[in-house]
């Protein structure tokens, strides 16, 4: 089997186009969606994701506002300006760029975000929420994730869902959300025991382990929905993910490359959850 590609790039572009479209005929463009983007420091990887974040609010018309801090801020001025966001009414999403040095509680400032205002759904009123199955802040990644699936028409209710990492910001809640949707979801970790016969019995995979080409053609049900989340660099400098392509393309019926799988999606996602949130301010 050769398996067809979902491609994040293709289902962004057309969730952006929307936005905007959105945006553009809001309110006959009186009022705009704002978002504040925090980041503290200076780590490479996190200047550039908020600068994707940026570009791409800028071009669907949000205005995006980015207060750039030094290593060196108190926990107790950062904790000011998210304040300050708070009650800031030209601003309808905040996002702290994680992750924070180590003086700064992530879960102090997270906690602080007000929860109308936590696009990146972070917040423990949103996780509880999203988990009682009520209206929330959907976090970015599994969000979109389950926009790609809904997008290439792959039906959720009554597969078995395989999460591969439980990290608070894809694993946790990406099995939720699909139990949201009548999956039967297993989790796995690096404590896992007998992962390879999780991995196989997996209508739909997801692998968010973070450990290069991972999962291996002869770990994938033949017909697996595959959904690779990883980045990774290789020692040649190339990107890869957590699932080896060129294998699991073989035996998955649909798998998302890796650049241009997951990643636009998780900034879409951002952009769509900024979007409700000024949406109901000003409805
Ligand atoms: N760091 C890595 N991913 C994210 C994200 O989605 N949101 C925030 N705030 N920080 C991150």
Same mark, same amino acid.
């Given at each position: 089997?050769?398996?067809?590609?979902?491609?994040?790039? %293709?289902?962004?572009?057309?969730?952006?186009?929307?936005?905007?479209?959105?945006?553009?005929?809001?309110?006959?463009?009186?009022?705009?969606?704002?978002?504040?983007?925090?980041?503290?420091?200076?780590?490479?990887?996190?200047?550039?994701?908020?600068?994707?974040?940026?570009?791409?609010?800028?071009?669907?018309?949000?205005?995006?506002?980015?207060?750039?801090?030094?290593?060196?801020?108190?926990?107790?001025?950062?904790?000011?300006?998210?304040?300050?966001?708070?009650?800031?009414?030209?601003?309808?999403?905040?996002?702290?760029?994680?992750?924070?040095?180590?003086?700064?509680?992530?879960?102090?400032?997270? %906690?602080?975000?007000?929860?109308?205002?936590?696009?990146?759904?972070?917040?423990?009123?949103?996780?509880?929420?999203?988990?009682?199955?009520?209206?929330?802040?959907?976090?970015?990644?599994?969000?979109?994730?389950?926009?790609? =699936?809904?997008?290439?028409?792959?039906?959720?209710?009554?597969?078995?869902?395989?999460?591969?990492?439980?990290?608070?910001?894809?694993?946790?809640?990406?099995?939720?959300?699909?139990?949201?949707?009548?999956?039967?979801?297993?989790?796995?970790?690096?404590?896992?025991?007998?992962?390879?016969?999780?991995?196989?019995?997996?209508?739909?995979?997801?692998?968010?382990?973070?450990?290069?080409?991972?999962?291996?053609?002869?770990?994938?049900?033949?017909?697996?929905?595959?959904?690779?989340?990883?980045?990774?660099?290789?020692?040649?400098?190339?990107?890869?993910?957590?699932?080896?392509?060129?294998?699991?393309? %073989?035996?998955?019926?649909? =798998?998302?490359?890796?650049?241009?799988?997951?990643?636009?999606?998780?900034?879409?996602?951002?952009?769509?959850?900024?979007?409700?949130?000024?949406?109901?301010?000003?409805?």
């Amino acid at each position: 089997m050769s398996a067809q590609l979902i491609s994040g790039k %293709e289902v962004a572009a057309s969730l952006r186009e929307e936005i905007k479209q959105e945006i553009a005929s809001w309110k006959n463009g009186e009022q705009i969606p704002g978002l504040a983007v925090v980041l503290v420091g200076d780590n490479p990887a996190s200047r550039s994701y908020v600068k994707g974040k940026q570009k791409a609010s800028k071009e669907v018309g949000i205005h995006s506002e980015l207060k750039e801090l030094p290593e060196s801020v108190t926990e107790e001025e950062l904790l000011q300006i998210v304040k300050d966001y708070n009650d800031n009414e030209d601003i309808h999403g905040i996002l702290v760029q994680l992750p924070l040095p180590d003086h700064i509680s992530d879960k102090k400032v997270i %906690e602080t975000i007000s929860p109308v205002k936590d696009v990146d759904g972070f917040h423990p009123i949103n996780i509880g929420r999203m988990m009682t199955g009520q209206e929330a802040f959907l976090p970015c990644t599994p969000y979109g994730i389950i926009k790609m =699936l809904e997008y290439v028409g792959v039906s959720i209710e009554g597969k078995h869902a395989v999460i591969l990492g439980r990290s608070n910001i894809v694993g946790k809640p990406m099995g939720q959300l699909l139990l949201n949707k009548n999956a039967t979801v297993t989790h796995c970790h690096s404590r896992t025991k007998d992962l390879e016969s999780y991995m196989q019995s997996a209508d739909i995979l997801i692998a968010a382990i973070g450990r290069q080409e991972f999962v291996k053609g002869k770990d994938v049900k033949p017909g697996a929905v595959v959904i690779d989340v990883g980045m990774n660099r290789k020692d040649d400098g190339k990107l890869c993910g957590d699932v080896d392509f060129e294998e699991v393309s %073989e035996k998955a019926s649909y =798998l998302t490359p890796v650049p241009g799988g997951v990643g636009p999606m998780t900034i879409t996602m951002l952009l769509y959850n900024t979007l409700q949130s000024a949406k109901r301010f000003h409805r």
